[in-house]
């Protein structure tokens, strides 16, 4: 049974740096053949896509974020971490990790997704 749970901080400061990490049990994220997408919900808005990572390593981003964003594998401890940079209240939200087999960029509907997480709720705030 493939099971993906998000964790970070919870709290950040503006300006910082928020790292969030998925553990995938089930399947591996380098041999699987999935591609391992972040999305996230900020409060009384739609979710919007994050980016994502293949199973090759190959990294997508929303264009709006892909300069404050990095989303990487740990392969020894089966994880999918996303970095964002410069934090500001407006990346407040929930976040989820959710695999697909296909790559569609920008994918939002849970429907595409074979795996959704929980989510991590992220507050930036000084």
């Known amino acids: 049974q493939v099971q993906l749970q998000e964790s970070g901080p919870g709290l950040v400061k503006p300006s910082q740096t928020l790292s969030l990490t998925c553990t995938v049990s089930?399947?591996?994220?380098?041999?699987?053949?999935?591609?391992w997408a972040w999305i996230r919900q900020p409060p009384g808005k739609a979710l919007e896509w994050v980016g994502v990572?293949?199973?090759?390593?190959?990294?997508y981003y929303s264009p709006s974020l892909k300069s404050r964003t990095s989303i990487f594998r740990d392969t020894s401890r089966n994880q999918i971490t996303l970095q964002l940079l410069s934090v500001t209240p407006e990346d407040t939200g929930v976040y989820y990790c959710?695999?697909?087999?296909?790559?569609?960029?920008?994918?939002?509907?849970?429907?595409?997704?074979?795996?959704w997480g929980q989510g991590t709720q992220v507050t930036v705030s000084s």
């Open positions: 089930g399947v591996s994220v380098q041999t699987g053949w999935h591609y």
């Open positions: 959710a695999a697909s087999k296909t790559l569609i960029l920008g994918a939002t509907d849970k429907n595409v997704y074979d795996f």
């Open positions: 990572i293949g199973y090759s390593g190959s990294t």
